[in-house]
């Protein structure tokens, strides 16, 4: 846009401005969106326009609302990113000759106050000049708008309405995932806290978590209702038809760490065929002696660590729906239960809980075997995750709630394939 010279005529001096008119649909829509900064002496005079936003911008601005004459209608300071302001009609006490606001002038931060403009005052540039100049010889009061620039705003509103509607949905749903992590953070530490103090027994595991998820799953005010909540996060937990929702996974002590570390005394104690690590006087055992098979230490074989992968059913409309293919779309399917849970439209949360042990680990019926010191007892850097090198599904709706029938997931799949595909076509990326 180019660059013309203006004037802000106060009561008190005449300031010059550097002034960029946007006179198009295209330009004004763009406006100041993703512009860094303005200067001090530059404004952006959106002509035709009663309205703004600050959608996309990265700074606030001085908003000054001027009818035909250039004449200055209403002040708007500091006007923040993501907000929107309109015009009113002007106060007879302040500005008595103002016509209604035809055009907006964004200014720099601060402007206003600098400059003192107030309601009355008047801003000199070449369009303004030109109109008052038609207009002293014709006996109309006003202008009509331009016909080809009706309905701009509607045009404005149907491009930048969808992306902000979904915007604040995926901020409203991603602000319940947050708490709902919380409360599975939560849930997992009362269940790690459990199996330190019972033996390491799955069963007390998954009461405690269970009982810590009944305010996630409704809650109540009565015990009826506190066992519907409890009942309804068992079920998630035992098994639905789509399979479990909930997985618990005790990752220490393992296999190997029971193979090195049984005490036999223990297990005769038990009167079972489980093994027993013991916990007591472990600060008088030797931390320099590694177990064989684990590659642990007894310290490090009093160590229970549980990982928890819990389907979280979303709640928001669209951003969920986006959310969960997204994740498909990534998933490697290397774990059945995420993938699983993924297929069943459910948004998988995983939290990692380490507990010392408080009491005696007795051997669970099926432990994790991980065998052997990994990296011969050297850390070293994995690297990247793996993941899939699918492309992403063709959809046919803005929030990939349809998918085309050749890339659609079929219920129960691993979301590592795309579905069938002729030759090498790519699949079109989503609407």
């Known amino acids: 846009m180019p660059v013309t010279e203006a004037l802000i005529q106060t009561r008190s001096a005449s300031h010059p401005l550097r002034l960029r008119v946007a006179n ?3 330009s004004r829509f763009a406006g100041l969106m993703f512009k860094k900064r303005l200067a001090a002496d530059e404004a952006l005079l959106l002509t035709w326009c ?8 990265r700074f ?9 004459n250039g004449c200055v209608t209403k002040c708007v300071e500091k006007l923040k990113p993501w907000r929107c302001s309109r015009s009113s009609l002007p106060k007879a006490d302040r500005c008595p000759a103002a016509l209604p606001a035809r055009h907006v002038l964004e200014l720099a931060p601060g402007t206003i106050a600098r400059l003192g403009i107030r309601e009355g005052d008047r801003v000199v540039y070449p369009e303004a000049e030109r109109h ?11 202008r009509p708008r331009p016909s080809r620039q009706g309905g701009a705003g509607m045009v404005e509103f149907i491009v930048v309405g969808p992306i902000l509607t979904m915007l604040g949905l995926s901020v409203l749903q991603y602000g319940m995932l947050f708490f709902a992590k919380n409360q599975v953070n939560h849930a997992g530490f009362m269940a790690a806290r459990a199996g330190a103090m019972m033996n390491a027994s799955v069963n007390a595991i998954e009461d405690a978590y269970v009982d810590a998820l009944i305010p996630a799953y409704g809650g109540g005010t009565s015990a009826g209702e506190l066992a519907e909540a409890r ?5 998630d937990l035992t098994g639905r038809p789509d399979g479990r929702m909930l997985a ?17 005394g223990l297990q005769q104690t038990v009167g079972n065929s489980r093994r027993v690590i013991p916990n007591s006087e472990l600060a008088l055992r030797d931390p320099g002696r590694i177990g064989s098979q684990s590659g642990q230490s007894i310290h490090d074989a009093n160590l229970i660590k549980l990982r928890i992968t819990h389907a979280y059913e979303p709640k928001v409309p669209v951003a969920g729906t986006v959310f969960n293919r997204y994740l498909r779309w990534m998933d490697n399917g290397s774990n059945p239960d995420y993938s699983r849970m993924l297929s069943a439209g459910r948004i998988p949360l995983v939290t990692h809980v380490t507990l010392n042990m408080h009491s005696d680990a007795i051997e669970p019926p099926n432990p994790v075997s991980m065998p052997g010191p990994g990296n011969n007892g050297r850390p070293s850097d994995p690297g990247t995750p793996p993941a899939n090198g699918n492309p992403p599904p063709s959809c046919l709706t803005a929030g990939c709630t349809v998918e085309t029938p050749q ?25």
């Open 132 to 142: 008052r100049a038609r207009m002293a010889g014709s006996t109309e009061t006003t």
């Open 50 to 57: 009663q309205s703004v936003h600050t959608a996309f911008m």
């Open 407 to 431: 890339t659609a997931f079929a219920p129960g799949d691993t979301g590592t394939g795309g579905g069938a595909q002729t030759g090498s076509q790519e699949p079109p990326p989503c609407m």
């Open 231 to 235: 009942q309804r996060a068992r079920t």
């Open 60 to 68: 606030a601005i001085d908003l000054v609302y001027l009818d035909e």
């Open 24 to 26: 198009s649909f295209c």
């Open 248 to 264: 618990i996974e005790m990752l220490n002590p393992t296999k190997e760490s029971f193979d090195d570390w049984n005490d036999a």
